[in-house]
């Protein structure tokens, strides 16, 4: 499991979806969106994250990966 040591929120979005294979989705421009959205929530890095990963186009880049 990563240990996050970072405090920059946009760092903690980007690790997790790294971790889930989605890195390729992170961009500056839905990231604010998505903050602004989510603002309110608990743990607002994972809440931006779910949201890049809920409105993916494409799959994780795990998918084609057999475990």
Do not use: C
């Amino acid at each position: 499991m990563y240990k996050n040591t970072t405090s920059k929120t946009s760092d903690k979005v980007l690790n997790i979806l790294h971790e889930n294979g989605f890195s390729h989705l992170f961009n500056w421009e839905d990231y604010r969106f998505y903050k602004k959205q989510v603002a309110d929530a608990f743990n607002l890095a994972f809440e931006i994250a779910q949201q890049f990963i809920n409105n993916a186009d494409s799959p994780s880049d795990y998918e084609e990966y057999i475990f």
